[in-house]
């Protein structure tokens, strides 16, 4: 017999940053200071990703565009391949994503599709969820207590075939 299969995601709604730990704080400024760095002459959306490093360090990534616009990347992809590529040892214990347009206001921003799949992996790489901090509407702030929560029925290596 067929039956429903309930999913259940928590997502604190902070209603401003005021309610952020310290450590939560320097992360989300960090993804919003880096939308200074995102190069997106097309779309002129400025995207940031912040990733706090287990001994308090940050990396940033930003989108980065290209004239073949296929070519380009997300921010929040920018920062997982950049510190896997640079720190591989690196353990992640925080994320935060910002967004705003090339003159103007932060504002919302959820991760694309495919940012979400290669969130997901890298936190399962690691084996210890990341909680990821989201700009909500009405400058709200979306904390979700691990990356895979974006994402339920994700595609795993598990879903590949032994070899
Ligand atoms: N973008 C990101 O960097 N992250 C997202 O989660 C969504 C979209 C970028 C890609 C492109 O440079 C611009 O935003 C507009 O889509």
């Known amino acids: 017999m067929a039956h429903p299969l309930h999913l259940t995601i928590t997502v604190d709604v902070l209603a401003s940053e005021t309610e952020l730990t310290s450590a939560e704080a320097l992360v989300w400024q960090q993804a919003r200071a880096a939308t200074d760095h995102a190069y997106a002459p097309y779309s002129h959306f400025h995207v940031g990703a912040a990733l706090l490093l287990e001994d308090g360090s940050v990396f940033q990534g930003t989108n980065q565009e290209n004239a073949a616009y ?20 690196s353990r992640i214990v925080g994320m935060a994503v910002a967004a705003r347009p090339a003159r103007g206001d932060f504002g919302p921003a959820m991760p694309c599709g495919a940012c979400r799949q290669v969130m997901t992996e890298y936190e399962n790489r690691q ?9 909500g509407p009405n400058a709200t702030i979306y904390r979700f207590r691990s990356l895979g929560d974006l994402l339920p029925f994700q595609f795993s290596a598990d879903d590949l075939p032994a070899r």
């Not at 296929?70 to 040892?89: D, N, V």
């Open 70 to 89: 296929p070519s380009g990347l997300c921010a929040e992809r920018t920062a997982l391949f950049g510190l896997a590529a640079s720190k591989p040892q």
């Open 127 to 135: 084996g210890q969820p990341i909680p990821l901090l989201l700009p």
